[in-house]
């Protein structure tokens, strides 16, 4: 998967006439939406709506999951996600992801930064040093973390454990962060750093999050996507998907109607 040169304006990801099933169940019905760079995309709607499935379908996650069948069209830069010659390896680098439960490995905290890197075949210690330094303060937990980077990542709370996880991402240099409830399991001083943290990422990097936390989507996001059913019903900014949306369902769900 080359890396191809880009225009600027024009949309990261683009994802045309998408239908994703699971054997004979369809969880996702035609979704057209464009992502651009530099922001945040928040998908939001019930449990169940094909917001996580979508999601999956960037770094091709649905691909570890049997009798998964895509059809439609998903580009990153202008290349088919989904074609025979894309470099799954390669697309998750520059795609990388944030899981709801924070997952860091049973490693120090120095090792999971450059797992990425060690699997690449990177041993250049300074390179590896500075790496973690760059990766934990752009996930802001340097300060908290940087006198104990040889103990285990499994003792740091679970705040904690999530920015690490952020900062493994980071490591890789992608392009877009993933998130897939990245504060659901977290009280509400981590999840305002977590919040404050992705306000700070988006100047580096695409962000595309699923929340059930419509509060966060107002407070995080430029784009709001509302799916329900598997279809994608509404997708625009943020402020007016909050305050003056065109369909009646997703003013029904905003407005705690249903879901």
């Known amino acids: 998967m080359t890396v191809p040169t880009h225009n600027p304006a024009s949309p990261i990801l683009t994802v045309k006439d998408l239908d994703l099933f699971y054997g004979a169940k369809q969880a996702l019905k035609k979704i057209n939406i464009s992502m651009q760079r530099n922001q945040v995309t928040a998908f939001i709607g019930p449990s169940g709506c094909g917001k996580s499935t979508l999601l999956r379908c960037f770094n091709r996650m649905n691909d570890l999951i049997d009798n998964v069948r895509v059809e439609g069209s998903i580009s990153f830069e202008d290349q088919e996600i989904y074609a025979a010659s894309t470099d799954v390896i390669t697309l998750r680098r520059r795609i990388g992801m944030v899981f709801q439960q924070s997952n860091p490995f049973p490693k120090s905290i120095y090792e999971n930064i450059v797992y990425g890197l060690r699997i690449a075949g990177v041993n250049d210690k300074s390179l590896l040093d500075e790496t973690v330094e760059r ?108 305050t003056n949306p065109e369909k009646t369902q997703t003013e029904d769900y905003i407005t705690g109607r249903f879901g």
């Not at 107002?218 to 059913?229: E, H, I, P, Q």
């Not at 994608?232 to 909050?242: Q, S, V």
């Open 135 to 242: 990766s934990l303060r752009s996930a802001a937990i340097w300060d908290e973390v940087k006198d104990r980077l040889h103990d285990s990542a499994l003792g740091l709370s679970g705040g904690q454990a999530q920015r690490i996880c952020i900062a493994r991402a980071i490591a890789v240099n992608p392009e877009i962060i993933l998130m897939d409830e990245p504060c659901s399991a977290l009280d509400p001083i981590s999840t305002l750093k977590i919040e404050e943290l992705i306000d700070e990422l988006k100047r580096k990097y695409t962000i595309i999050i699923v929340t059930h936390n419509m509060q966060q989507a107002a407070r995080v996001s430029d784009v709001t996507g509302f799916f329900y059913l598997g279809e994608l019903i509404e997708a625009g900014p943020t402020r007016k998907i909050f």
